[in-house]
């Protein structure tokens, strides 16, 4: 009996983990989401161009004008400008674009809904480390939450399981000032709700070479990807 309710609560765990329902944003994308201890996660990069009352994200392009940004300036971008990256692992936002020019928020939640769907929040490094905690610490949690195989993270996208059904994608980031691309395929960097300081905010890096979550602070100018968590 006892092996039994063991197995039990097993399988349970896991189906509550691996649970999933879809999510639309205001441009009519869907995501999925991904339960994953007690939150819920978009199991997608965000790739909306408008906030949920509509209003545009300002799109940039030119890498001159990207360099030009300064620390409160919203915008977006698809990795190389190109919509089919956008597709596959979404858009680029400056952190402005992100958190939608509000506050740095250190709440858990946050409660900057930001550039996500109503009912959802951009999540705060708080949020990030409650994540990063469920999965057994920064050092082992970036493989529990990377995509499998080497479909979309160049090899040899060490110790990716994706167990906690989280699907991270290596959607490369966008410079600042140079206002280049680079990494895709080979980093994953998404924004929190949290200033790192004036110039900066904290952000989560995942990378195809190791099995760690890295917790860093980088310009707010950078374009980086984008989790919504629900509120």
Not at 126 to 131: D, F
Not at 189 to 218: L, P
Request: glycine content about 12%; hydrophobic content about 35%.
């Amino acid at each position: 009996m006892l092996v039994m309710f063991i197995v039990v609560i097993s399988l349970f765990s896991c189906e509550k983990i691996l649970d999933k329902s879809p999510l639309t944003d205001y441009d009519e994308n869907e995501y999925d989401t991904i339960h994953i201890g007690n939150q819920v996660w978009m199991a997608e990069n965000l790739k909306v161009t408008h906030y949920a009352d509509g209003t545009p994200i300002p799109f940039v392009e030119d890498p001159v004008e990207w360099g030009e940004l300064e620390r409160m300036d919203k915008a977006f971008c698809w990795y190389d400008n190109s919509i089919s990256n956008g597709d596959t692992y979404g858009a680029l936002y400056t952190w402005a674009a992100a958190n939608n020019g509000l506050s740095s928020s250190t709440a858990n939640p946050s409660g900057v809904q930001g550039v996500c769907p109503t009912g959802w929040h951009l999540p705060s490094d708080a949020e990030w480390t409650t994540l990063t905690t469920f999965l057994d610490g920064e050092n082992i949690a970036g493989g529990k939450m990377k995509e499998t195989d080497t479909t979309y993270w160049q090899s040899p996208n060490a110790g990716a399981t994706n167990e906690s059904g989280f699907s991270a994608l290596p959607g490369g980031v966008r410079y600042y000032p140079a206002g280049t691309f680079g990494a895709i395929g080979r980093t994953g960097s998404w924004w929190s709700a949290t200033e790192y300081a004036d110039y900066g905010a904290f952000a989560r890096y995942i990378s195809y070479g190791g099995v760690s979550i890295q917790r860093g602070g980088d310009y707010k100018e950078m374009g980086f990807s984008v989790r919504c968590i629900k509120d």
